[in-house]
């Protein structure tokens, strides 16, 4: 249901029977669930089997006294075992941060589609939108390695690849998919990786078809303009791409999310993903089609609030006789294809002259009319209004490739946040805000607007800016979050391109692999003029106190990397000057932990100077750094007077320090 993890996060961890759940700003939002088996797979296998009637099992038992026939095998068990052999557990990691998913390690499920080619299915946050690795161990415990060949740029499902010929020891099955056998009351069985326990197989029977999708928080990947099938099947972290099957051992579903707080099981309907294997069996590429605007499936009754004209209405319930419900906007993108032309609220009636009130159909014209026009029926607030919207390709706005440069990983905005948050898809999204980017507010969600004055509408823009800017410069940002796009802040940051690398990576689908472009070396720092500045003059009131201030400067400390459990890579303090002559400062050591990192010293609120670390003390609280003296001109800095009297219980003193604010205090 929802691959196996370390951290109790999505959607298991979430009550999510709507879509008005909140979400943590967290960003590694991923579904997964936390693996409580502690036994060895042979105790995995061995819990199993002591569930599980067996044919030896059958023949051993006695026949009873009454003349009563012993228990025959039940067709299910035929069933599961025939199944069985073409489920796989699949353990992955996605090794960088990209769009929606953070870095992780994760378990899940899976099973073979294409056993001549080596195809198995599962969910797309299984396969990952980022660079994948992974294995898929078989029920007989060969392990091969897997690489995605597909993922579907909006519903939960994506096609991994093996080599057939690595599985030596057991037949090589597939699992037959009819998206047409799902009904309601249909007996199904969940059979996959269900809570790490590598084989679980969990009952149920299918509630509903036409489930709008879950929604599973912010700043992660949801699902849309899809049903989903709804069943009580009870499963946890670690069955996500597991195939719900019926008693013929068919895929009828795939599992894809489910509740944390009730036994409810969310499943993926398979039509979309046949008609998606058919050309990945071809080697061609999978057509997909959108109009950039989300709808929904609502009942007559909320329908008809909308302005659903009683005609209509009547004519839809003659021509298809078990509907109950119409297809109504739910979000239109600004500056996609429907903007300006659709509305939230309207309802849909027809494309191209055909009635559409299921998403299958909808999403098979839309795939099929790409870069086409379409004629779009609506009613808006009883009125009839006729559109024609122009199709576009749904790849060209899933981004394929990030950006790597300071530490940070940079990808453009996506349809799936684009979507979510109801902006435009473009700009320049920060996937993993760390290093020169890691931007002041919450981690994630920065839109960079523009970087030393140079606007970064997409990608390729924001490379070439880039790319003209030395290395150690400091530089403006100006960002917003996607979340409040009417709030523009500004950051200045140092360009880091001497810890860390600057390279572009762009997906391939035919290896599986991602190829990488680096940008050479960056333009060396420029040299740093001497300038003077004046320190702030305090009040004559302080006493000795007024000209102390001039002993202090500020230190700001980078490490590229986390060292010695410190859980911190960016501090910023208060540092005294002991010796002006030769550049000494004495800092606290919980400021600057280690000597391998980035360390500017500000200098009377507004000289920002280099400095590199002399001594670190191995066990108390501070460290010794050292700045060039000539870099400050005539600057009124002051060395601290050094008292010869040790002090004692009962002295009176005067705290001078730096306030939370960063201002100068006498306390």
């Known amino acids: 249901m929802i691959p196996n993890h370390d951290q109790p996060t999505l959607p298991k961890e979430r009550n999510f029977e709507g879509g008005d759940s909140p979400a943590p700003n967290q960003h590694p939002a991923k579904r997964r669930k936390r693996d409580e088996h502690n036994g060895t797979s042979e ?57 929606t998913e953070g870095p992780e ?32 161990v078989c029920h007989d415990h060969e392990e091969v390695d897997v690489f995605p060949i597909y993922r579907d740029p909006v519903h939960d499902f994506g096609f991994l690849k093996f080599d057939p010929s690595k599985i030596k020891y057991m037949p090589v099955t597939q699992v037959e998919l009819r998206p047409e056998l799902a009904k309601v009351g249909l007996d199904i069985r969940v059979v996959g990786n269900d809570a790490g326990e ?11 078809l036409d489930r709008n999708t879950p929604d599973y928080g912010d700043l992660t990947y949801n699902d849309f303009n899809t049903f989903y099938l709804q069943a009580a099947s009870s499963t946890s972290g670690g069955s996500s791409g597991s195939p719900v099957i019926d008693i013929d051992g068919n895929a009828v579903a795939l ?22 294997l058919e050309y990945v069996q071809r080697g061609a590429p999978v057509p997909r089609g959108d109009i950039q605007a989300q709808f929904v499936y609502r009942p007559f009754d909320e329908v008809r609030r909308l302005g659903l004209k009683a005609e209509t209405e009547e004519k ?20 996609g294809p429907a903007h300006g032309k659709m509305e939230e609220g309207d309802i849909l009636l027809t494309i191209n002259g055909q009635y559409i009130t299921r998403f299958v159909p ?16 609506i009613e808006r607030g009883g009125k009839t209004l006729e559109l024609t919207v122009r199709v576009g390709d749904l790849h060209a706005i899933t981004p394929d490739r990030y950006v790597e440069v300071g530490g940070s ?52 823009t924001f490379i070439e800016v880039m ?52 940008f050479g070396a960056p333009i060396p720092p420029r040299p740093i003029e001497p300038s003077t500045k004046r320190f702030i003059e305090l009040d004559d009131s302080l006493g000795p106190c007024k000209e102390l201030v001039r002993c202090l400067v500020k230190v700001s400390y980078y490490m590229p990397c986390r060292l010695d459990g410190f859980p911190r890579n960016r501090k910023l303090g208060a540092g005294v000057v002991i010796d002006k002559e030769r550049g000494f400062v004495v800092v606290a050591r919980s400021i600057v932990p280690t000597a391998m990192g980035d360390l500017t010293i500000t200098v009377a609120d507004s000289l920002v100077i280099p400095g590199k670390v002399i001594y670190l003390h191995p066990t108390h609280n501070y460290t010794i750094v050292k700045y060039d003296p000539k870099l400050l001109g005539d600057t009124n800095v002051l060395s601290a007077p050094i008292s010869n009297e040790t002090l004692q219980q009962g002295h009176r003193v005067t705290l001078v320090a730096h306030n939370h604010n960063q201002r100068p205090v006498c306390l």
């Open 316 to 335: 839809l319930r003659k021509e298809f006789k078990d509907e109950i419900g119409m297809l109504v906007v739910e979000t239109v993108l600004p500056e």
């Open 362 to 377: 909808l999403e098979a014209t839309l795939d099929s009319n790409v870069d086409k026009d379409i004629d779009i029926v």
């Open 255 to 276: 599992q894809a999310g489910g509740h944390t707080k009730a036994a409810t099981d969310f499943f993926l309907p398979l039509d979309r993903i046949k008609r998606a």
């Open 43 to 99: 105790q995995v296998e061995n819990e199993h089997r002591d569930g599980v009637i067996t044919e030896d099992m059958v023949i051993d038992q006695p026949v009873p006294v009454s003349g009563i026939p012993p228990l025959k095998p039940s067709r299910w068990q035929s069933t599961i075992e025939k199944v069985v052999k073409a489920i796989v557990s699949i353990r992955f990691s996605q090794v960088a941060a990209f769009d």
């Open 409 to 460: 990983k940079l990808n453009e905005v996506s349809y799936q946040l684009a979507r979510a948050y109801c902006v435009p898809c473009r700009g320049v999204y920060v996937a993993e805000a760390s290093g020169m980017f890691r931007l002041d507010g919450p981690d994630n969600g920065w839109i960079i607007k523009s970087v030393d004055d140079k606007d970064t509408p997409n990608l390729d």
């Open 198 to 208: 590598k084989l679980s197989i969990l009952a149920g029977s299918i509630s509903r």
């Open 105 to 136: 390690t994760s378990e899940a499920s899976g099973f073979i589609v294409d056993a001549k080619n080596g195809i198995i299915l599962t969910n797309r946050h299984v396969a990952c939108a980022g660079p994948f690795v992974g294995e898929a």
């Open 467 to 518: 790319k003209g800017i030395p290395d150690r410069e400091r530089v403006p940002v100006v960002y917003y979050s996607i979340a409040d796009t009417h709030t523009i802040l500004v950051s200045v940051v140092q360009v880091e391109r001497h810890w860390s690398g600057f390279r572009l990576a762009v997906r391939n689908d035919k290896t599986g692999l991602w190829d990488y472009t680096n």
